[in-house]
């Protein structure tokens, strides 16, 4: 069984007058956060209060880079060329950088976002790529992806490389029997029940694996949970999934602490 494990949170996805998410009142419950760059979510005053949050309670941020999609959130698959990619990605991560060196923090990660997030768990030769490019030239970060059973040796072969690959799981997402996340247009493709959500995150991590929406049970390795906080529910279940992990003997630890 797991013996400790990172808490995530997408945050910083407000942009201008309109404001998305619970951050404030998430955050006491997370280690680690991922900021949004700007081009799915977010501004520069947006990111600038996120990193600041982030120190104030003692969590690592990260960055989450995503396609230029601001009116479909970056949920809308793109093709985009690999240099152009590349750059914009390269782009994103020092925006975040920026604002986490002005106030002294570590840039802890990179956690890809929505479509390409899930583009790229059946693209390794790129992700790798891009992933030996983010490290050029930003420095040894860790990266994040879904953590199923075929990425296991993916993660060996990054750290092969002296990259560091953490692997996630999503107790408020059902998945499919590929062990991949049920797609949202589907009904019962995100969970609302904070209970249920808390009872997953303490399932996942001591068994390493959930069953799919069909039954099937998916193997895991995990080394992060990721929540959401884009709805009271959310509030609710990060603070259950805490209480629930550490009433368990499991350590909460930012992904530095431990990888």
């Known amino acids: 069984m797991v013996s400790v494990v990172d808490i995530n949170c997408d945050m910083g996805e407000s942009f201008g007058d309109y404001k998305i998410g619970n951050d404030e009142k998430v955050i006491p419950f997370i280690t680690s956060a991922n900021i949004a760059c700007g081009f799915h979510a977010s501004d520069p005053n947006v ?18 880079p995503g396609y230029p999609d601001l009116m479909g959130f970056g949920r809308r698959f793109m093709d985009v060329a690999e240099r152009e ?3 914009y990605i390269i782009y994103q991560v020092g925006a975040v950088k920026g604002f986490a ?7 802890q990660h990179v956690k890809l976002h929505g479509a ?45 490389k002296g990259i560091r690959l953490a692997l996630e799981a999503f107790p408020d997402r059902n998945y499919t029997d590929e062990g991949e996340l049920l ?20 399932q996942m991590v001591k068994e390493q694996g959930i069953k ?15 929540i959401h906080g884009d709805n009271e529910e959310s509030i609710e279940a990060a603070k259950k999934i805490r209480e629930y992990i550490t009433r ?12």
């Open 47 to 64: 990111i600038d209060r996120t990193v600041r949050l982030c120190r104030e309670y003692n969590v690592l941020p990260g960055a989450h």
């Open 85 to 87: 990619l590349i750059n």
């Open 101 to 107: 060196d002005l106030y002294d923090i570590r840039l």
């Open 116 to 160: 390409l997030y899930n583009y790229m768990v059946n693209q390794e030769g790129l992700f790798l790529t891009i992933m030996e490019a983010v490290t050029r030239a930003f420095g040894d970060i860790i990266f994040l992806t879904l953590g199923t059973g075929k990425t296991r040796t993916f993660k060996e072969r990054c750290r092969e």
């Open 183 to 202: 797609p949202r247009k589907y009904k019962d493709a995100v969970l609302h029940d904070h209970e249920l959500i808390a009872t997953r995150a303490v």
């Open 212 to 226: 799919s929406i069909n039954g099937r049970w998916v193997s895991m390795d995990i080394d992060t949970l990721c």
């Open 248 to 259: 368990e003997g499991i350590g909460v630890k930012p992904l530095l602490g431990f990888m």
